[in-house]
């Protein structure tokens, strides 16, 4: 169903106006609210029952399907992440985290604070299940009841939420780290509620560097400081997994060195870009073709998009900037991947700047001159890329940070074999 649909249903039940209904829907959901959360919640606001259906049964975690209306499960409550959010206009505080028994464990929302934390163990009564990402997850809510359980519950499951940044994936909340922070800038951007100051930037542990924001902009995180993160959530920015720290994140210096490893992991392609996307990657491969709008580009000065013959696909008719970039399909045998590169590492597989580019743009009255230079001095040739991977349904795109011919190019090899044989 979609909104529209949603709306409908609710007005003609509640018997009230649909466009009001569906204003409040699409309210919520902007809000990132459930869909069966917020039709809950329009229900009660025009004195309707909450919806609940079945009475909920007991089940292990594993046998819970996202087809289930409402069970009832005996857990350990494995973390706890504190988040606050915009609901009906209002600032709420959810907590999020995992619970775990001895068959597996399953992702929570609860709405309320029912005061449990980390370590405990509780049977939670009457939870709603909902799917997110074909998985099934539990939603507490008003219809919930949380009773503390004497007896432990046994789970093979680690209570807590220490984990190294290797491990840290999309949608995890009320995670612990130790890092050190390589980069730390403070930015104002624009939200719903005008200009709001964060901080973002890159931390690292021994495990692997991240990309992070500070919701709150703390001041002390400055780079070269190492700190431990208490509760912080895990979301995809631009497809590779990213650090957030809310106001209920806790930072206590570390005094502890935190080693980083400077180097980014070598994978092959094909199983770098299997994992969906991620910050910091190195790989080697076949430059196969240089793609079209490479080489001198144009790009709207408002929102930075290249320019499709002089428009904006957003704003139009504008007055393009230059700008230069590759666009490079590598192969490595395992897989392909499309590396961008930047004005500067363009420059230097151009071999000279922009501007030496424009002049032989102008002399030869056309860009692709640009272009065509570039393609015949790499095309063909190794090259080992750093850089942020996103993987998305049209591609998977290497954010190049380096871009670097391999030493051991196939003609030295192949010389090399040359003497072998003769000598
Ligand atoms: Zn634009």
Known sequence: ?????????????????????????????????????????????????????????????????????????TVQVLT??????????????IREGEFADATGKISYTAWQDFGFEAGDSVTVGNANVREWDGKPELNLGQSTTVAVETNPVETAH???????????????????????????EERVISGRDGDTTIRSGVVADESARLPFTDWGARPELREGEAFRFEDVYVREFRGVPQVNLSEFTTVTPLSREVEVNENAPRMRIGEAVGSGGMFDVEVVGNLLEVRDGSGLIERCPDCGRVLQNGQCRTHGDVDGEDDMR?????????????????????????????????EAAREAMDKEVVADEIRRRVVGREFRVRGNLSVDDYGANLEATEFEETEDDPADRAAAVLSEVSA
């Open 158 to 184: 680690e209570t807590g939420g220490d984990t190294d940044l290797v491990d840290l994936r999309a949608g995890d909340r009320g995670r612990n780290v130790e890092v050190r922070v390589l980069e730390s």
């Open 326 to 358: 590759v666009k490079a399909i590598l192969d490595d045998g395992n897989g392909t991947v499309t590396a961008v590169l930047d004005r500067e590492l363009t420059e230097r597989l151009y071999g000279a700047p922009m501007d030496d580019a424009m």
């Open 80 to 93: 706890v992440g504190k988040r606050s959010i915009r609901y009906q206009g209002e600032e709420q505080t």
């Open 1 to 73: 169903m979609n909104v529209d649909e949603h709306a409908e249903e609710l007005a003609s039940t509640l018997g009230v106006d649909k466009a009001e209904v569906k204003s409040d829907l699409e309210n919520l959901l902007s809000y990132s609210v459930p869909i069966d959360e917020a039709k809950q919640s329009i229900r009660r606001k025009h004195g309707g029952d909450s919806g609940a259906s079945a009475a909920p049964t007991s089940k292990d975690v594993a046998d819970i399907d996202t087809d289930d209306g409402n069970v009832t499960v």
